[in-house]
């Protein structure tokens, strides 16, 4: 959640907004978002009375499935590579870039699944970017949870007036003593370390130290989805009501078959042994009336009825098809719900032909080059912000950087070569189309390049050595050369 603040308000007054947004989301979704993220679910519905064995059913009857799109799709989400915008860098290699160079530093190739995550399944991420002792600027990921920018316009700006993000929560030590909490605060030109007391007093705001951002916030935040209000929404909190029904489904169909698994027997006419004490006499109840041992028919008892008129049997078993049947259609609507392609559920879809899977994939595919195109302007963000912070200058059209994303589809290697070869024979670049390679990186670019280089320089050299020795035969250079002769008659001088 977001509100619209006035860039004259006071720090105090920021900070404290900061915090109040940062409880009211966390107790109003991003706690019931982060506990079915991480399968803490409500335990499903029981009626009264319910025996032990239902109660242990009920807390395995919780089958996590509202992180199956958030895996999906962060597995599908991997920055690969930097493309400047100034095209006048034509001699700069991919992978040594300075922004580049920033993202191999901060280990972002492993972190940035931290922010994908983060994204995709609350709503929204976090990153700073800091200047370390050495000058260098580095990226650093902020939980998703406990941060907050505050905007003067939350749907067009980028350029937050404060970020506040909360390090440690007030609460008992190892020691049992009560601790203060520690928030850190950024606007446009400071850093602010932010003590919170643990009696709830007001927050102490301490000394601000400049980060070198020239007039921007260091903290980017990354939105996978937000309307014209701007409120953003997460992947997970759409699937908590179907979860809450499969786990019900569940439940119910792990209770019918407990009852199919073991018969309940019946039976008419036995009489029950009459308890005796340690002396062998009958045991009489306060009532007056002698106690009989309960039946006990347990696997492999054989019990014998006396009377002519007893009866033996057993209790129907429920049919189990309804629910299986309802849950396969519970599936189905989650593979709708979730943009989930069918084939990451349903095991039966394992045989289908190329062309039907990519259909299948159609929606997912989509979904993720939404989720592209949003992070993909938050990363290019922070790796200018890193370049201010590193005190660079400002190239030419920054704002037409762009990051590379991995290309993970799965179609055929025969098939992407067959179709870089038709764009190359309509006139496409050689070299545009190395990018569209899936799976290469920009060391692979920068080797291909060098390994391209060499290939042009020795045709270029063996061209002119065929050239220089069929003008040799030519009058004119003779003439050119009979002028350059030595002393000795060489070519080449005495």
């Given amino acids: 959640m977001d509100t619209l603040i006035d860039r004259g308000d006071s720090l105090e007054s920021l900070i404290a907004e900061g915090l109040r ?6 107790d109003s979704s991003l706690s019931v978002a982060d506990n079915y993220l991480h399968g803490r679910f409500d335990l499903p519905y029981s009626p009264k009375g319910m025996s032990p064995e239902h109660k242990a059913m009920m807390c395995r009857a919780r089958q996590n499935w509202c992180e199956i799109p958030v895996n999906a799709a962060v597995q599908a989400l991997a920055v690969d590579g930097f493309r400047s915008g100034d095209q006048r860098l034509t001699d700069e290699r991919s992978s040594e870039s300075p922004e580049w160079d920033l993202w191999q530093r901060s280990n ?28 260098r600027a580095y990226v650093r990921v902020l939980s998703a949870l406990r941060t907050v920018c505050l905007f003067e316009d939350a749907l067009s700006d980028d350029n937050a007036v404060l970020a506040l993000s909360v ?32 009696d709830g007093s007001e927050p102490r705001v301490g000394d601000g130290f400049p980060h070198g951002g020239a007039g921007h916030c260091p903290v980017t935040r990354f939105v996978s989805q937000m309307d014209d209000e701007g409120r953003v929404q997460g992947a997970v909190l759409p699937l908590k009501n179907w979860q809450d029904t499969f786990n019900q489904m569940l439940f119910n169909l792990l209770v019918e078959q407990s009852h199919g698994a073991h018969r309940v027997l019946w039976a008419t006419g036995l009489e029950p042994e009459m308890a005796v004490d340690e002396n062998g006499l009958p045991v009489v109840g306060e009532d007056g009336v002698p106690v009989r041992r309960p039946i006990a028919a347990g696997p492999g008892d054989f019990l014998v009825n006396s009377s002519p008129e007893g009866r033996f049997g057993s209790l129907p078993v429920g049919d189990q098809e309804g629910y299986i049947r309802a849950m396969d259609a519970l599936i189905k609507d989650f593979s709708a719900i979730s943009q989930t392609p069918p084939n990451f559920l349903l095991g039966q879809m394992a045989n289908l032909s190329a062309d039907a899977l990519n259909a299948a994939e159609k929606s997912f595919r989509r979904k993720v080059e939404l989720y592209r195109t949003q992070f993909g302007e938050a990363w290019e963000r922070t790796l200018r912000l890193g370049m201010v912070l590193e005190g660079r200058p400002e190239r030419s059209q920054w704002e037409h950087n762009e990051v590379l994303w991995r290309d993970l589809e799965s179609a055929a290697m025969s098939q992407t070569a067959d179709a870089l070869s038709k764009l190359r024979e309509i006139g496409v670049p050689s070299r545009g189309l190395w990018e569209m390679v899936p799976g290469v990186s920009p060391v692979q670019l920068d080797r291909w390049d060098e390994l391209s280089r060499d290939e042009r320089l020795g045709s270029d050299f063996n061209e002119a050595i065929q050239g220089f020795t069929s003008m040799g035969r030519s009058g004119v250079v003779d003439g050119v050369v009979a002028g350059a002769e030595g002393a000795d008659g060489s070519p080449f001088g005495g």
């Fill in 108 to 135: 972002l190739d492993a972190k940035q699944a931290q922010v994908h995550r983060s994204a995709v399944a609350y709503g929204q991420a976090f990153t700073v970017v800091e200047r370390g002792e050495d000058g």
């Fill in 21 to 26: 947004i940062v409880r009211a989301d966390w």
């Fill in 167 to 198: 390090m440690r929560w007030p609460g008992r030590g190892p020691d049992g003593r009560m601790k203060s909490g520690h928030a850190l605060a950024w606007d446009r030109a400071y850093r602010y370390d932010v003590e919170l007391p643990p």
